[in-house]
């Protein structure tokens, strides 16, 4: 059993920065795919960033590509999301995950195994 916890959120301005922090303690996360959503007061959860277990291959929503990036370090079981450039549309719970198997596309939040509890992300104007 894996359990993820999400760290780094908070109230930033728009054009800020952040990094999110997922880490993660039992299995074997290293080998997990990792996947980040949010959700948007009185909006569905939706995908934000996805990577591989080696790193090999990312994935971004259209509407944070080139200003969000996803990496991971498998010797701290960490995962990450560096997010520039935010905008108050930004502003949602991010939730981290884990995928063990890479049965779905990056984008489908229920090929996800495990997640975080989510942390809040505000973005003022």
């Known amino acids: 059993q894996v359990q993820l916890v999400e760290s780094g959120g908070g109230l930033v301005q728009s054009g800020g920065s952040l990094r999110l922090t997922c880490g993660a303690s039992?299995?074997?996360?290293?080998?997990?795919?990792v996947g980040w959503f949010r959700q948007a007061p009185g909006k569905e959860r939706e995908f934000v960033a996805a990577?591989?277990?080696?790193?090999?291959?990312?994935y971004y929503a259209a509407s944070v590509k080139g200003r969000f990036a996803i990496f991971r370090d498998n010797a701290k079981n960490m995962v990450y999301l560096q997010m520039n450039s935010l905008q108050t549309e930004d502003t949602a719970v991010y939730y981290c995950?884990?995928?063990?198997?890479?049965?779905?596309?990056?984008?489908?939040?229920?090929?996800?195994?495990?997640w975080g509890q989510g942390i809040q992300v505000t973005v003022s104007s």
């Open positions: 995950a884990a995928d063990p198997y890479g049965r779905t596309s990056p984008a489908n939040q229920y090929g996800y195994d495990y």
């Open positions: 990577i591989s277990w080696s790193a090999g291959a990312t």
């Open positions: 039992g299995g074997t996360f290293s080998s997990y795919a």
